[in-house]
């Protein structure tokens, strides 16, 4: 894989993909930026060497020209972050003659961020024609965001077809910490399995097993695997066409020597939303009407207890309904303990997990904290990348 170390890319145009898909409130302001200072690095090398950039990014899930999925703030943004001295334009268009036009208007050394990819239809179905028309607007194509990677889409596996390619560094970084996990990771290894739903972690779970030492399961999902091994778990999240699935975990654990580690106990209520009632049961006393939200405090202790002596961390998926606050404590309690375990090398991977993290203010307690959602998921489950393959030479 070509790095953009390995490349001078003084007055030329490059065209970087990168991963602003920050997340947006209501009015469509930005409540994390982390995505956008991800990026910053990658900007900065190129910049310095008087690149003239052509950014690309999607942002939301549009589905008509929707206003608040508009680049425009993100360009904003991203020049106040650059400070004054760096023009930083968006545009209207995706590709044709304006933006060609506005692109003749930016001086080396500056910034045009095309309108969110996702507006063109041509984005996620690859179609070669956009990223043909794309990469007219460039020398070089820059690829940073690994996030996108597990897609063939037209911005990510197409431009590469026109244009030499090379990875940028938030790219590398992700493949560095990832490799690192998934071929050295240092024993005890210990995955903090959360997150609601075990059909959506069965890939990462079957991959990990055989490298764990301990696995380590609350959140939603925890439910499944009680269910399978017979408690009675009232209302709270179960996929019933998971129970076998979950059952066929646990026995492949036994089979690799990885310890389980289950909850013990629960905070439970009426309405996850609106609750109007809420207690902390034991294992096996659920009430038939309520549901399970958080791991209960004397779960919190035995995570921490067996989270301790690890050497290597995955934190995947939070422990309970964190986003609200009355169920937030289990999460919070077991990501704060990464600031206490100095000696091991904690990861967290998952978009939901990574907005906890972030919530809390403990983002600092992580050796890394991976952007990739879904393609992160896939890089640890030992897949190829298609947006990472086309890098190759
Ligand atoms: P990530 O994005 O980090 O991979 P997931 O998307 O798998 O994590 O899971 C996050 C979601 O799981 C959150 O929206 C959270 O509310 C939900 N969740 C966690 N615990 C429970 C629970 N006990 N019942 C229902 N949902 C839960
Ligand atoms: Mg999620």
Known sequence: MKSIRDHYFSNTTVLVRVDMNVPLDKQGNITSESRILAAVPTLNFLLSQKAKLVLITHLGRPKDHEAIFQTEKLALRVG?????????KSTQDIVGPSV????????????????NIR????????????????????????????????????????????????AGFQLEKEIAELTHLNTDPQSPFVLLQGGAKVSSKLGLLKALLGKLDKLIIG????????????????????EEDKIDVAEGILQLAKKT????????????????HQPTYTATVPLGEIP??????DIGPKTVQLFVEELSPA??????????????????????????????LKNAYKVAAGGDTAAAIETFGYVNYFTYISMGG?????????????GILTLMD
């Open 119 to 166: 507006f063109h239809p041509g984005e996620v179905k690859g179609d070669i024609e956009l990223a043909r028309a794309l990469s007219e607007l460039g020398d070089t194509y820059v690829n940073d965001a690994f996030s996108c990677c597990h897609r063939d889409h037209a911005s990510v596996t197409g431009i590469p077809d026109f244009l030499p390619s090379y």
């Open 288 to 293: 038939n009407d309520l549901m399970g939200v």
């Open 374 to 386: 879904g393609a992160t998921l896939a890089y640890i489950e030992g897949k190829q990348l298609p």
């Open 80 to 88: 106040q972050i650059l400070g004054p001295e760096v023009i930083v």
């Open 219 to 238: 959140g939603g999902m925890a439910f499944t695997f009680l269910k399978a091994m017979g408690y009675s778990v009232g209302q709270s999240l179960v």
């Open 311 to 340: 050497a290597t961390i995955l934190f995947n998926g939070p422990m309970g309904i964190f986003e609200v606050p009355a169920f937030n404590k289990g999460t919070k309690e077991l990501y704060a303990l990464a600031g206490t």
């Open 100 to 115: 060609k036009k506005q692109l003749q208007e930016i001086p080396y050394g500056g910034i045009l961020m095309l309108e």
């Open 257 to 272: 020597n990885t310890k389980v580690v289950l909850p013990t106990d629960f905070v439970v209520t009426d309405d996850a």
